[in-house]
T-cell receptor
Framework: EPEVTQTPSHQVTQMGQEVILRCVPI?????FYWYRQILGQKVEFLVSFYNNEISEKSEIFDDQFSVERPDGSNFTLKIRSTKLEDSAMYFCASSSTWTNEQFFGPGTRLTVL | EDQVTQSPEALRLQEGESSSLNCSYT??????LFWYRQDPGKGPEFLFT???AGEEKEKERLKATLTKKESFLHITAPKPEDSATYLC???????????FGKGTRLSVIA
């Protein structure tokens, strides 16, 4: 069964460093999303991406964040200068054009020290 | 602003003890209401989509129902492997971001 994959599963970084989180969405999906979940809190939307551009972004997704689809399979989230409060689980999700269901990856746990 | 409130926050059941989880929502034009299961340290796993009031969906011991203001996830004769956090989310337009509730943490004791 097709699934969303994410790498790495765990990333530890120093405050101020750049990180890139990677995702491979389900192959025939065209809508891509990033969400995050701070420990003990709800899943929060960051950004959605369709047709090679951002379609929607939340207030959390400020100038420190960027997304890219560098090739036909990968979808990345970059945080330019990490802060302590960026520590969270980051989930990638994708959906197709004919259903609304969003399928989530296993997540990347980002720890900023 | 779309809002989702789930109750209870935590629920502890004996194996075989049926119960229901509640998801109340306010949304400007509901496109879909989604139920997910989340195990600790994992990503949300899709369970159901409900689109209109009166709709019901079933999967094994789970049944989801929808009214104009809330959704219920009924768990019949739960087993320990049903222990997880159950998340409810709403969407006001197709292929747009989901707004999640905080979830209900379910523990089923053998």
């Amino acid at each position: 069964e097709p699934e969303v994959t994410q790498t790495p599963s765990h990333q530890v970084t120093q405050m101020g460093q750049e990180v890139i989180l990677r995702c491979v969405p389900i192959s025939n999906h065209l809508y891509f999303y990033w969400y995050r979940q701070i420990l003990g809190q709800k899943v929060e939307f960051l950004v959605s991406f369709y047709n090679n551009e951002i379609s929607e972004k939340s207030e959390i997704f400020d100038d420190q964040f960027s997304v890219e689809r560098p090739d036909g399979s990968n979808f990345t989230l970059k945080i330019r200068s990490t802060k302590l409060e960026d520590s969270a689980m980051y989930f990638c999700a994708s959906s197709s054009t004919w259903t609304n269901e969003q399928f989530f990856g296993p997540g990347t746990r980002l720890t900023v020290l | 602003e779309d809002q989702v409130t789930q109750s209870p926050e935590a629920l502890r059941l004996q194996e075989g003890e049926s119960s229901s989880l509640n998801c109340s929502y306010t949304v400007s034009g509901l496109r879909g209401l989604f139920w997910y299961r989340q195990d600790p340290g994992k990503g949300p796993e899709f369970l159901f989509t409900l689109y209109s009031a009166g709709e019901e969906k079933e999967k094994e011991r789970l049944k989801a129902t929808l009214t104009k203001k809330e959704s219920f996830l009924h768990i019949t004769a739960p087993k320990p492997e049903d222990s997880a956090t159950y998340l409810c989310a709403v969407q006001h337009q197709g292929n747009t971001p989901l707004v999640f509730g905080k979830g209900t943490r379910l523990s089923v004791i053998a």
